[in-house]
């Protein structure tokens, strides 16, 4: 597309420059680490349901026990993780400087759970919750015939 705009003149050479260091740019923000970023932008997840709770193992690599927030209300479970990193450079003439911000959330309907009772624990990127589950109570009821 450069070889459209005519060269004649200093003044489009200048032009035709910044138009391929913008295209440079946003080529670099489509490409396809980038898109492929988007696919994959969950963590992965495995709930066992056990007797009396539910295991949940969520694969968090990198992730640090403060980059990471649990909240469960009535039943739903909420798993947070964000990472903020910026490249430092001593060198103040930069010409592209680039800072990643990366979170990631997964709700888990688990129904009737003790919510009190939950506990978390995070080891080599793994992040274990163990939810117990609060104890049926008997709803049927039998009724005498007269």
Excluded: C, W
Aim: hydrophobic share 35%.
């Amino acid at each position: 597309m450069t070889s459209l705009v005519p060269f004649s003149t200093r003044r489009n050479d200048l032009v035709t420059r910044r138009y391929d260091t913008f295209a440079n740019l946003i080529d670099d923000f489509f490409n396809d680490s980038f898109s492929s970023r988007l696919v994959n932008s969950n963590f992965k997840l495995d709930i066992k349901d056990q007797a009396e709770q539910y295991v949940i193992e969520a694969e968090v690599p990198g992730y640090s026990r403060d980059e990471i927030s649990l909240d469960v209300e009535k039943g739903l479970l909420t798993i947070s993780v964000k990472k903020e990193q910026e490249n430092q450079e001593e060198n103040n003439n930069y010409v592209h400087r680039e800072r990643t911000i990366s979170s990631m959330t997964r709700r888990i309907a688990l129904g009737d759970v003790d919510e009190e009772q939950l506990t978390a624990k995070l080891e080599n990127g793994i992040l274990e919750i163990i939810v117990p589950k609060k104890p049926k109570i008997e709803t049927k009821k039998t009724i005498n015939i007269e």
